[in-house]
Every structure is written in structure tokens, then in C-alpha cells.
């Protein structure tokens, strides 16, 4: 059974920088991506990046250029990397798997992310 945890949440100020972490923990398929998506609140959960398995990297365009997805495969491990972060960035962080072959999903429990000053 495949676990995702995540990390790094946390209070900052506008601005600011944040990095998130989330570990996959259990038996995963060498073909997957990862993603990051985020849900403010009173909002629908959104998609804010993906990095494949070749590292290739696709960004939401509300955060294109302050945000970075990358990962360890090592580690089993995806990080977002935020720089100036802005108010509506607050919002609870979710990390994806995709698996393929066959396809599977897998969700991290949520991060709480609050920009503020």
C-alpha cells in the first residue's frame, strides 16, 4: 500500500519562501508522475504543477516562474518550491502519484499553507 507524506507547511509572510516535501512510503511503479495541487478556502482544489518521471515539468500559470516541482526518485520524494509567495496562496497543499500501468492515484493528506503578514 502506497503512502504519501507531506511536509513543510506552515505561517509566512507575503513574499515570502516555503518548500514542500511529500514522501511516498510503500512498493510504487518506476512510471509515474508526480503533482502538486493546492484548495483555498471556499475554492475548488486546483492543479498547480507536474514534474514526469524524466523531470519534465508543467506549471499552472498563477505560479509559473515563482514555483519549483522537482523530486528525488532516490527518495521516492517530490518537493514545490515557492518564492514570492502572495496572499492567495494560502490554501491547503496536496500532493499526486500517478502510477501507471496500471494507473493509480495516490494522495497525500494535505499541508496547510497560509500566507500572511
Not at 32 to 49: C, F, L, M
Not at 70 to 93: H, I, P, W
Not at 101 to 108: A, L
Amino acid at each position: 500500500q502506497v503512502q504519501l507524506v507531506e511536509s513543510g507547511g506552515g505561517l509566512v509572510q507575503p513574499g515570502g519562501p516555503l518548500r514542500l516535501s511529500c514522501a511516498a512510503s510503500g512498493s510504487i511503479s518506476s512510471t509515474n508522475n508526480w503533482a502538486w495541487y493546492r484548495q483555498a478556502p471556499g475554492k475548488q482544489r486546483e492543479w498547480v504543477a507536474t514534474i514526469t518521471r524524466d523531470s519534465t515539468t508543467v506549471y499552472a500559470d498563477s505560479v509559473k516562474g515563482r514555483f519549483t516541482i522537482s523530486r528525488d526518485n532516490a527518495k521516492n520524494t517530490v518537493y514545490l518550491q515557492m518564492e514570492s509567495l502572495k496572499f492567495e496562496g494560502t490554501a491547503v497543499y496536496y500532493c499526486k502519484l500517478v502510477e501507471y500501468g496500471p494507473r493509480r492515484d495516490y494522495w497525500g493528506q494535505g499541508t496547510q499553507v497560509t500566507v500572511s503578514s
